[in-house]
């Protein structure tokens, strides 16, 4: 399992924690920056690690920032992503099971390192369920090649 991991400034400081955490847990990890506290744009990070997800560099990617909301939403404008941004781990894991999600975004200033350590838990420890989600993960890709109004 190898998980590219991004942050913007903002991110920074929680980034080494979930780092040290998914390598303990006997995951490959793929630094894609920032490496400091000096202001970055957090779509460029978002590009980084959503490219890697995408080419099959990596498994799944990882993201923060402030809020986790504006790298999440820079992520899901490539195609093939479909990021999700939590602060609680119900909803990680429900955005594995229906929406196979496969990069996970939260925010420095929302949670502290131990909360993001469960959120991370219980979004690598679910399953895509199939079945009904994915028709309706063929209907978001249809949105995204434009066939589809629905
Ligand atoms: C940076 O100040 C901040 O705007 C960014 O980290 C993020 O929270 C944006 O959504």
Not at 63 to 81: D, E, F, H, R, Y
Not at 126 to 149: C, P, V, Y
Request: aromatic share 6%.
């Amino acid at each position: 399992m190898k998980i590219a991991i991004g942050c913007d400034h903002a991110g920074f400081d929680l980034k080494p924690a979930i780092q040290d955490y998914l390598i303990e847990k006997g995951i490959e990890v793929i630094d894609k920056g920032t490496h400091s506290t000096e202001s970055v744009d957090y779509p460029v990070y978002a590009r980084k690690v959503a490219d890697a997800v995408v080419s099959g560099e990596a498994d799944l990617g990882i993201l923060i920032c402030g809020t986790g909301v504006g790298i999440s939403i820079a992520a899901n404008k490539v195609p093939g992503i479909r990021a999700v941004v939590c602060s609680e781990p119900f909803s990680a894991k429900l955005s594995r099971e229906h929406n196979n999600t496969n990069i996970l975004a939260f925010g420095s200033r929302v949670i502290g390192p131990e909360l993001a350590k469960m959120i991370v838990d219980a979004w690598l420890n679910a399953k895509f369920q199939g079945g009904r989600h994915q028709r309706r993960l063929d209907l978001i890709t249809r949105i995204e090649k434009e066939e589809s109004h629905v």
